[in-house]
């Protein structure tokens, strides 16, 4: 078993929430203060807390507090474990189409078969 199982596990768990989608979704663009991010959503300030504290605990989030206002930013890199797991969950024939791709738009060269 790869040792990011752990942290796979976790991110998958955190984004298995539309509303911490949908957080997330808002961090892509630019940092957010608590507020901002509880506005779109029907739900008390503590119930979003929660989510915000899943996807931190998962480390896709990290939050920072200035006075009584709390930032909430994506975290650089948390969702690449998402990438390379599936990376690696591609079949043999998505490789040899790949591979096969390559092949033919290599330029040819002198003295190449036809």
Do not use: C, I, N
């Amino acid at each position: 078993m790869p040792h990011y199982y752990g942290e796979l596990d976790a991110v998958l768990r955190a984004l298995a929430d539309p509303t911490r989608r949908a957080v997330v979704e808002r961090l892509v663009r630019s940092p957010a203060v608590v507020s901002e991010l509880a506005a779109p959503f029907s739900m008390a300030l503590p119930s979003l807390m929660q989510h915000l504290r899943v996807l931190e605990d998962a480390g896709v989030v990290t939050s920072e507090k200035h006075g009584r206002v709390r930032t909430v930013s994506l975290r650089p890199g948390a969702l690449d474990v998402l990438h390379v797991w599936l990376a690696e969950q591609r079949t043999p024939a998505e490789h040899q189409a790949d591979r096969l791709g390559l092949h033919l738009t290599r330029p040819s060269t002198p003295g190449d078969p036809p």
